[in-house]
């Protein structure tokens, strides 16, 4: 038709209908107040059903009377366009403005839902001055087998399901193993083009939607939903890459909308390989209009390398960040990881982060807020249960929350071998000892860092006593510092570090034992008394108990046996390390083949008396073997005992700037360079030698700066040299 269709040259079109059933082209049309265009089978669908073709607009238009039906019965819908079927065109414009009134403003986008489809006829504009009037079909839920291959070459996006009239887009799943997607890959896309009288309609929501992307595949971004609609809501929601590249972002959920009102919920971004550009979001509100909450959201990442940072959910809105996750077990991110993110006045609490492997090129935020609150937080180093993957590590900072306030934020190191820059930000402290090995380090922190030591998990009585069972002594490095920076505890005094509950001695002291160290902080149990330990094995050192506790902590009735095959530097039954504690009642046994390189002492102590102890040898070979030493307090009562074996030199009790009295060497077989009852810096009294049996070159009942009532007896063996 050449020229214009008009339904009536009048200007009353009250219902005349222009009803169009197959492919037709025209000049123009006019004077219609209804539009009906009958779908069947004879239609070419690479065409319009009306082409208008004059060069002149078409005016006048009503929107309300445009109708098409009967929707189609088979429809195949692609993942990356829709069905479409043009149902009119006018190059030069169409105009659905009546008498200044626009008629599309009111209704917008028209939609028939037929099972999983929705059909919806609108303009290619979405607004009243246009084109095209198009009908398409989307499959909105139940779409699971999508699929996006190399065959598909490149497209701008594809997508499991979709909605363009607001209906809830559930239950989709598209698989991206091949191919490019210049704008992104969609589990879910959610938008309404629907209106009325106020406006666009915000409702349409985005629940259980999934989105692969495998190797071989390469997107801009990937959503596991994109909900485009101002109130709308998304929940479990995927996103999975576990290969192929991603110049972007991956989002398990977005809420893209100005002013978006909904929620994002329980959404997931799972990463177990390929490349990642940008960021991963368990979830996002990516404006900063919106005021939507983000919620219970996680990321995971076990493998892959990702540019940008990891959130477990991000919201750059007014809204809260609260109760999201991440989860590190592989794989390397150049940037920042945040359990939430907060950019507004919203708050980022109660979220987790838990490393059990991967690198971080930078911070860790238990939770990040410009204005609101950070409390609550939670950073796992180690879950519990695995040991950490090798090389685990953090460039930067560990922090609980970015805040001034952290309350309840917490830290848990429960495994070994994680290296960080600093920590902070944690209200709590806590630490996991099962499976540690005497000598490992938990946390390894390459810069400066200063933490109140008050907010550190005490070691219980009970809790040191199960991890210590029966052994000499359990020791590790809660943090250990490198390169020479500094730990700085505040709270901590000298002689604080460790508690005393029955036999045990436990707690946490720094090496140094003062509240700045360029060394470690320590976790430590073992027994000040009571204790007995066998040896049988090679060692730098061993003890039967000890003590560092406060400034006079003792030692006394240890016991501490070498057997066979104990080789040591040295050896103490009764090791009191405190400036003024005795050391009382402790023995030291060495057996047939032990050795001891250095000195075997019963018991040893610095400014206290060291008193009733002996140091026995039935065996061995010994370099030097003292009953009893202290550095300067009084050596009172102690035993050196040769009964076999090889010893250098043997000395019944030593006080290297005090007394020494009543003490005594008994040589009763084997074989000693030198033995003296008592050896004194000050004065040397009543200490004695019995030589019974074995061999001995030289012999001294005491040795001091004075001298009074020190004996030697000789009832057997030989004397080689001299008796004193």
């Known amino acids: 038709i050449a020229g214009t269709i008009y ?53 006048g238009l009503d929107w309300a009377g445009v109708e098409a039906a009967p929707m189609p019965s088979h429809v195949t819908v692609k993942t990356y366009e829709p069905y479409q079927l043009t149902l009119m065109h ?65 497209h701008s996006a594809a997508w499991g399901g979709r909605t363009a009239v607001g209906n809830t887009v559930t239950n989709n799943k598209l698989t991206v193993s091949g191919g490019s997607l210049t704008d992104a890959a969609y589990g879910g896309l959610v938008e309404n083009h629907k209106r009325n009288a106020s406006g666009a309609l915000p409702t349409g929501d985005a629940v259980k939607n999934t989105v692969i992307l ?49 929620s994002a919920t329980q959404n997931t971004a799972k990463v177990s390989g390929g490349s990642i550009g940008g960021n991963v979001y368990g979830a996002s509100v990516p404006k900063t209009s919106g005021t939507a909450d983000v919620t219970q959201n996680t990321a995971e990442i076990s493998g892959g390398s990702i540019g940008g940072s990891v959130y477990g959910g991000q919201n750059v809105g007014t809204g809260n960040a609260d109760q999201n996750n991440v989860k590190l077990s592989g794989g390397s991110i150049a940037g920042s990881v945040y359990g939430g993110y907060a950019a507004g006045t919203g708050s980022a609490k109660d979220n987790s982060i838990t490393i059990t492997g991967g690198s971080i090129g930078h911070d860790i935020y238990g939770g990040y807020a410009a204005g609101g609150k950070t409390t609550g937080n939670t950073v796992n180093i180690g879950d ?50 099962n499976g540690l090995l005497n000598g490992d380090t938990l946390l390894t922190l390459r810069q400066n860092t200063s933490i109140a030591y008050g907010t ?70 073992y027994r000040w008394q009571n204790a007995d330990v066998t040896v049988r094995t090679a060692m730098p050192e061993a003890f039967g108990g000890k003590s560092v506790y406060r400034t006079n902590g003792e030692t ?43 000195t075997a002492i019963g018991a040893k102590a610095h400014g206290g008396a060291v008193q009733k102890s002996s140091a026995v040898a039935e065996g061995g070979t010994i370099a030097q073997l003292i009953g009893g030493q202290s550095a300067s307090g009084i050596a009172d009562t ?55 049996g074995g061999t001995a070159a030289n012999l001294a009942g005491g040795i001091g700066a004075s001298s009074a009532k020190d004996d030697v007896r000789v009832r057997g063996g030989s004397v080689t040299s001299s008796i004193i």
């Open 556 to 598: 006394k009735n240890n016991k501490l046996t070498l057997a066979s095959g104990a080789v040591l530097t040295s050896a103490v039954a009764g090791d009191t390390q405190t400036e003024q504690g005795a050391a009382t009642g402790s023995v030291l046994t060495v057996r047939s083949g032990a050795r001891v390189t250095g």
């Open 7 to 59: 339904g009536g040259n009048g200007a009353d079109v009250k219902d005349n209908t222009l009803n169009v059933k197959t492919n037709a082209t025209a000049g123009n049309i006019a004077g219609f107040a209804k539009l009906k265009f009958e779908l069947n089978g004879s239609l070419n669908s690479a065409q319009p059903m009306l082409r208008l073709t004059n060069g002149a607009a078409t005016t």
């Open 214 to 262: 495998s190797s071989g595949a390469n997107a801009a971004s990937v959503y596991g939903a994109d909900v485009r609609t101002r109130a709308g809501s998304a929940s479990e929601n995927r996103a999975e890459i576990s290969g192929g590249t991603v110049t972007g972002n991956v989002y398990g959920a977005a809420l893209s909308a100005d002013n978006a009102s909904g």
């Open 90 to 154: 006018n190059n030069a414009g169409l105009n659905f403005v009546q008498g200044g009134k626009d008629t599309y403003a009111p209704i917008g986008a028209k939609e028939r839902v037929q099972g999983n489809l929705e059909f919806v006829i609108d303009t290619d504009s979405h607004a009243a001055q246009a084109r095209s009037v198009y009908l398409s079909g989307y499959q909105f839920q139940n779409n699971t087998g999508a699929a996006y291959t190399a065959a598909d070459g490149t």
């Open 638 to 692: 102690n035993t050196a005992e040769l009964r076999g074996g090889t010893v250098g030199s043997m000395i019944g009790g030593e006080s290297q700037t005090g007394a020494a009295k009543g003490n005594a060497a008994a040589v009763r077989g084997g074989s000693v360079t030198s033995a003296a009852g008592g050896k004194a810096g000050a004065a040397s009294t009543g200490n004695s030698v019995l030589m019974q």
């Open 456 to 525: 550190i998990q005490k070691l219980t009585a009970q809790h040191a006593a199960a991890w210590l069972g029966n052994d000499m002594e359990r020791k590790v490095s809660l943090f250990a510092m490198t390169g020479g920076k500094t730990l700085t505890l505040g709270g901590y005094t000298t002689g604080s570090g460790m508690e005393r509950t029955g036999d045990l001695e436990y707690g946490l002291r720094t090496d140094n034992d003062r509240s700045a160290t360029t060394g470690s902080l320590d976790i430590a149990a």
């Open 384 to 433: 519990g249960s695995h040991a950490l993957s090798a090389g685990t590590s953090i460039a930067g900072t560990i922090y609980g929350g970015n805040g001034a306030d952290v309350k309840d934020n917490t830290l848990n190191v429960n495994a070994k071998g994680a290296s960080a820059g600093s920590i902070a930000g944690f209200g709590s402290i806590t630490y996991r000892l």
